[in-house]
């Protein structure tokens, strides 16, 4: 359970109050404003390597870590399909 600890509190560390920032170094946009939506999506590509570095580390294999993988993708599709299942009855009543 310290892994998912761990990993949780490196998602709300990166991802918390992201601002457009100024991108150096050996990225594309170089020298250009990234948006907050590049931000984030620079941030969860970054948060995503590390995680996948920490588990070897760990110990986890790779089918170990596709399980983990599944099970999030598992977790957001029961979310959207229950946000969608409330949508469409909002609408039906309406």
Known sequence: MQ???????MARSMLSDMKPTRCGGLYPTQGKIMTDRESRTRAVRILAKSIYKDLQVQ?????????LA????????????????RDEKAHATA
Do not use: H, P
């Open 59 to 67: 110990g986890f294999d790779e089918k170990q870590i596709v399980a």
């Open 3 to 9: 892994v998912i600890s761990v990993v949780y509190n």
């Open 70 to 85: 599944t099970e999030l993708i598992s977790e957001v599709t029961n979310t959207i399909s229950k946000d969608s299942s």
